[in-house]
């Protein structure tokens, strides 16, 4: 059973339009992350969370403001949809952010597209 | 600022050869090195990462060693198989908040 869940799978957008992209983790973990994934581009880091506080912004546009309603969950709300926000959008987690060498778990992703 | 290098975008190989695929990286510190397996259609998971000692971490017939004075951690297989075909990312800790920079990534695509 995965251990985080992303919803949606697929997402298809119009330009202008606002999103939520769901992500839930039942691994026990007390950080999670956000990670983008577009063509020709490595995995981008986006937003750490600890304890349900942002610990690291990486993200210029204010377009993109994570939510976390519980430790366990960090949804991603985007606005004002642009083409080229379109990319696979990553959750992830680790036991802490405080150690350098944390392993991070993913999630499968959600692949959205803004038409 | 902190960046990881892979030269290669693609290697392509035939089953039973040795496999090794690039990265090097540039940063201010000592940090951790990681390299994460993406299969296609599937999430990216830990590989295996560096240790703070000179250990030479191994996972799956894969290894790669720490070289701090050529700041490198090529991966490595004696031997490959079809089912190491995947998107390969190295990846360094950028700092205590769980932040990791990835390198572009190397597909390694393994024939019969």
């Known amino acids: 059973d995965p251990k985080i869940i992303q919803k949606p799978k697929y997402l298809v957008a119009v330009t202008g339009s606002e999103k939520i992209l769901i992500c839930e983790q039942y691994l026990g973990h007390n950080a999670m992350y956000w990670y983008r994934q577009s063509a020709k581009k490595p995995l981008e880091f986006m937003f750490s969370y600890s304890y349900q506080k942002l610990m690291d912004n990486q993200t210029a546009s204010s377009r993109f403001q994570p939510q976390s309603s519980k430790k366990n969950h960090l949804d991603l709300q985007i606005t004002a949809l642009k083409p080229d926000d379109s990319a696979t959008y990553f959750c992830?987690?680790?036991?802490?952010?405080?150690?350098?060498?944390?392993?991070?778990?993913f999630g499968s992703g959600t692949r959205l597209t803004v038409l | 600022g902190d960046s990881v290098t892979q030269t290669e975008g693609l290697v392509t190989l035939t089953e039973g050869l040795p496999v090794m695929l690039n990265c090097t990286y540039q940063s201010t510190y000592s940090p951790f090195l990681f390299w994460y397996v993406q299969h296609l259609n599937e999430a990216p998971k830990l590989l295996l990462k560096?240790?703070?000692?000179?250990k030479r971490p191994e996972h799956q017939g894969f290894h790669a060693t720490l070289h701090k004075s050529s700041s490198s951690f090529h991966l490595q297989k004696s031997s490959a198989q079809l089912s190491d075909s995947a998107l390969y990312y190295c990846a360094l800790s950028g700092g205590n908040t769980g932040k990791l920079i990835f390198g572009l990534g190397t597909t390694l695509q393994v024939q019969p």
């Open positions: 560096s240790f703070t000692d000179n």
């Open positions: 992830a987690s680790s036991q802490t952010n405080w150690a350098s060498a944390e392993t991070l778990y």
